[in-house]
Nanobody
Framework: QVQLVESGGGLVQPGWSLLLSCASS????????MGWYRQAPGKQRELVAR???????DYADSVKARFTISKDNAENRMYLQMNSLRPEDTAVYYC?????????WGQGTQVTVAS
């Protein structure tokens, strides 16, 4: 069983930056993909960014050019650098890993963007 633990959330003002981190209990080297999802109150969980085993990345249109996903295989960590944050980025952010077709999720970290 893989455990994923997110950290780095918090309360920030519009335009500020945050770095989210996801630590894996297992080696991420062979994970098919890892990603960040978010869920705002009253809304469905949505994909924010994803990085595939070969390094290819996908981003939601709403975060392109503002967010950057990356991973460190040696540290078994994935990151989400979030810049120019907006109030509509407020949500619980979840780390996801896809391993041989199975999805694993972290518990989530709250990100609140408000002035």
């Amino acid at each position: 069983q893989v455990q994923l633990v997110e950290s780095g959330g918090g309360l920030v003002q519009p335009g500020w930056s945050l770095l989210l981190s996801c630590a894996s209990s297992a080696s991420i080297f062979h994970f098919n993909a890892m990603g960040w999802y978010r869920q705002a109150p009253g809304k469905q969980r949505e994909l924010v960014a994803r990085i595939h085993v070969g390094g290819r990345t996908d981003y939601a249109d709403s975060v392109k050019a503002r967010f950057t996903i990356s991973k460190d295989n040696a540290e078994n960590r994935m990151y989400l650098q979030m810049n120019s944050l907006r109030p509509e980025d407020t949500a619980v952010y979840y780390c996801n890993a896809v391993i041989r077709g199975h999805n694993f999720w972290g518990q989530g970290t709250q990100v609140t963007v408000a002035s």
